[in-house]
């Protein structure tokens, strides 16, 4: 429904909240937020609240209601009448069918003119039906018992019904509004040597902004001065704070810790990533899926079925002999009992929740089909640079020919590098901080072209140097695990004390610490995990041997990558994963398409989802969710059609002889019971 009552289709009632989104938003960063902000949570907390409202003033007509129906009288065993008690009844009734029943009314007219009837068409024809003839009999137009109390109750039910449901939607798409609400609106200006407060729209590409320490990044861009640690947790699912310095990337919405920084401004308005993010997640869960098609087809079928059913039922009770309110009362039962309300919530809910959890952890889902795909997937086929490894050179193995400890070597080896920008230089620098060895002073520093470096270090002249330099000044080395270690095509140097070789340190692309448990946990889900790289095969198996990977191509060029895509599919359903880039022919040729790595630049047009934290462990985090969501869409669907089975005879009337008759209100319960279970079974959707 809209703000006024107006039902829209199941697919809809998730996506309702952000209808407004589709428009043209202002080009400022906090244009979107702000639109959001207006948009997001106003209609369907003022609808939420018109149900609220008109539950309230329906409950409370109710009891005088109940105690001037005669019915109801005689089922307590009271007596309790006055002249015009009766017309009295009809008022009071009148305006509960008028003011609580509206949104229903106003939904079959919907329903009708979109050739779609569905659960308001039911409720409307029901509590019509009830009314019409119980005013009838008021009026004395007909004979019988008119059954307000039950159309009072059963409206009461509705109403209860759907503002429980629409709790429980509106708590699954707050992801949304929690991602606008980690966007600060001001930030510090910094302009000819003064700081000025100015709005987030104000901020231009190129502007400079102070963040102190403690606030909320307002920009994404890039630090220019200052170093501190910043909370990206909101952001990436990550709790361990980041270091950043000159040159490293902020995101906005992040958290500043300790330190000053000054960060230019890269990105502003939809570019920025937190923007990318919540329009991501819109697009998600507004998505349909093969998955509520079904239930959109079952839903239309049902109230096919139940407007069938209670005509039937009807005409059957009636013909019988039963009477005409008995008759009456049967249909509207069944009708109500056999709405869909809980089939148009089981699949929506469950895409709201499950792609709201998958944001908060870092996975966005761009296309809702992938993602319902990647339950089925066989294999995944990996990248190697900077997906399984962290594509940076670095220290992969430390040899020691003098019985000196490894991080002895490390630490002459790096303290020799200091002062080289080489990239096996800059390698064991960073392997040394990630270590945190200090460097010892060095005294006569001295490249040697082409061959390394040489200085004095606590007055020994020492030399890390490639093997072309021991080949040239004949100096052996009889280790096997050199040759080992050269077959995997890892770059060798030599460490040096004089002439003496007293270690060797293996440089190679480092294979992440993730990437052992994320195919460890994949093989476990019974799924074969292959790689793909250009890098040459020595470099590959040696990859593929320490994962314990079932198969690896090796030497493959970016524009040969989607035909070994298209290969392994002939055998398997296939989820490749990569950086977004050179691999997105392979990204958009497997069924699934993965982008890792991505960091802000979240709009990887040719990836079907992206995971943010650049962790291989997220692929089978995608592929468990997956296979949850669909367990829960099941379980829904099961539930919301299977209860009709055993609740429509019951509401046909046809336990009858063994004292066994549902009301209208008992079948309003019973349909609410299960519209709120299938509500708190989707809640119920966890990722660990």
Known sequence: MDGTGMNHGPEDKVGMVHH????????????????????????HHQMLEDFRRRFIVSLILTVPILILSPGFQAFFGLSFTFEGASYLLLALSTIV????GLPFLRGIIQETRDHLPGMMTLIAV????????????????????????????????MLLGHWVEMRSVLGASRALEELVKIMPSEAHRMKDGQ?????????????????????????????????SSVNEAMLTGESKPVTKKGGDKVTAGSINGEGSLVAEVKKTGKDT??????????????????????????AFFLTVLALAVGTITFLAWYLLGEGLEFAIERAATVMVITCPHALGLAVPLVIAVSTALAANSGLL???????????????????????????????????????????????????????????????????????GISLSSLEDFRAIPGKGVEGKIRGTLSRVVSPGYLQEKDIPVQDDRIEKVASQGKTVVFLLEDRKPIGALALADII???????????KGMEIRCMMLTGDNRHVARWVAEELGLDEYFAEVLPHEKSEKIKEVQKQYRVAMVGDGINDAPALVQADVGIAIGAGTDVAVESADIVL?????????????????????????????????????????????????????????ALMSASTIIVAVNARLLKLH
Request: proline content about 4%; charged content about 25%; glycine content about 8%.
């Open 612 to 668: 943010v934290r650049s962790d291989p462990r997220d692929v089978a985090d995608i592929i468990l969710l997956s296979r949850k969501t669909y367990s829960k869409m099941v379980q829904n669907l099961i539930w919301a059609t299977g209860y009709n089975s055993f609740a429509i005879p019951l509401a046909a009337g046809v336990a009858l002889q063994y004292g066994i008759v549902l009301s209208p209100a008992v079948g309003a």
């Open 126 to 157: 029901a509590i019509t039906v009830a009314y019409v003839f119980s005013a009838a009999v008021v009026l004395g137009i007909v004979g019988g018992e008119p059954f307000f109390w039950e159309l009072a109750t059963l409206i009461d039910v």
């Open 365 to 435: 889902i761009r296309k809702r089909q992938a993602f319902e795909r990647s339950r089925d997937l066989q294999a995944v086929i990996f990248d190697k640079t900077g997906t399984l490894t962290r594509g940076v050179f670095g220290v992969t193995d430390v040899l020691s020919f003098a019985a000196m400890e490894e991080e002895e070597i490390i630490q002459r080896a790096a303290s020799l590098e200091a002062n080289s920008e080489h990239p096996i230089a800059r390698g064991i620098m960073r392997s040394a901080e990630e270590r």
């Open 20 to 43: 407004e989104h589709r428009e043209s938003h202002p080009s400022g960063p906090m244009g979107i937020a702000q639109k959001q902000r207006s948009s997001m949570p106003g209609s």
């Open 512 to 522: 992440r610490e993730e990437s052992h448990e994320a195919i460890s946990r994949l």
């Open 273 to 298: 990533y937190l923007n990318q993010v919540i329009e991501l997640v819109r697009q998600a869960q507004e998505s349909k899926s093969r998955a509520q098609d079904l239930a959109n087809r079952a």
């Open 97 to 100: 069918y008028g003011y609580g």
């Open 195 to 227: 700081t000025e407060d100015v709005s987030i729209d104000a901020l231009a590409v190129g502007d400079h902004v102070l963040v102190k320490p403690g606030e909320k990044i307002p920009v994404d861009g890039e630090v220019v001065e200052g170093k």
